[in-house]
């Protein structure tokens, strides 16, 4: 790439709809009815590559209900990228896994607690998610594919004790966020949710022995180089979403420049991490590739 910021790592909303109704999403996209089209969507992937992302992360909604999602995925690795899937695991049956199987290197199951109960309150589900996500996790794990978990800490989790959990799903990275507030997203559910005086720090530290990847909202803010559903590049500025114009109109680095992204924060927070056996790591960070030991348990989990 001739000059400008290269956006290493991109999280790419490419659908807009879930079949969740998690009351801390902060990604429903409420204004956008009619998603890029497949023949539009497929050019995104080496446009991306060619301003130099290495990884693409394909989000939601739910990425899953996006009818063209393997093409894209298809497109993504003729272009060299590396691809990741961010999921409830609802679609994600053996079927539908040997349809992608070969062309995504990373799934990412959502999983905020090991009660079937919370999850259901947290609107994660109808009060069967704990039971889907170990059957998709030892489907995943038979497919050879990379595993990730991603965990959000809200007043309803905070103070539970996943250890066991997790260690049993055996991802090879935990992520840990804390409840983000985004105006017009999930505002009207933070004053219930939001983690208070330390909760967030809290669950960290009873979870330290399997060296998750942490994320408080500082960290978090401006620090993804995220896409909506529409190829537009759009941050978290002063609580609420600022989109810039859709990449396939003005180019990644134009697009970047008026959307805004810190990359220095994306370091910071061990966003570039080793995605791929062999990969070149950037940053000095411990929490980068936390990978998690087999079995906590045996180190006193």
């Not at 089209?37 to 992302?53: C, D, F, W, Y």
């Not at 190829?231 to 989109?243: A, C, E, L, V, W």
């Not at 697009?255 to 950037?282: C, E, M, N, S, T």
């Amino acid at each position: 790439m001739n000059g400008g910021v290269e956006p290493v790592s991109v999280n790419w909303h490419i659908w807009p709809w879930c079949n969740y109704r998690c009351r801390f999403c902060f990604a429903h996209f409420k204004g956008i009815c009619t998603p890029l089209s497949m023949n539009q969507a497929v050019k995104i992937p080496e446009i991306l590559r060619k301003a130099g992302t290495e990884k693409l992360t394909l989000a939601g909604g739910e990425p899953t209900l996006c009818s063209h999602l393997r093409e894209v995925l298809q497109a993504s690795k003729e272009a060299g990228l590396t691809t990741m899937i961010i999921s409830n695991g609802t679609r994600l049956n053996k079927t539908y896994l040997s349809t992608i199987a070969d062309l995504v290197d990373w799934i990412a199951l959502s999983v905020d607690s090991a009660s079937e109960q919370v999850e259901k309150a947290l609107g994660r589900g109808d009060g069967n998610h704990v039971a889907l996500v170990r059957e998709v996790a030892k489907r995943i794990h038979e497919f050879g594919i990379r595993f990730k978990v991603n965990t959000v800490v809200t007043s309803m989790n905070w103070g539970e004790d996943m250890r066991s959990f997790v260690a049993e799903l055996k991802p090879r990275r935990w992520k840990v966020f804390q409840m983000l507030p985004i105006k017009g997203e999930n505002d009207d559910s933070f004053a219930d949710l939001a983690t208070m005086n330390g909760q967030f720090e809290a669950f960290v530290a009873r979870h330290e022995c399997l060296n998750p990847v942490k994320e408080d909202n500082r960290a978090m803010t401006d620090s993804y180089l995220m896409m909506d559903p529409l190829g537009r590049f759009f941050q978290n500025t002063g609580g609420s979403y600022g989109f810039g114009p859709s990449i396939l109109e003005v180019g990644v680095q134009d697009a970047i420049q008026r959307a805004g992204w810190d990359r220095r924060k994306f370091l910071v927070r061990g966003g570039h991490y080793q995605w791929r056996p062999g990969g070149k790591v950037i940053a000095d960070d411990k929490e980068i590739f936390g990978v998690l030991r087999e079995r906590g348990r045996e180190i006193g989990c």
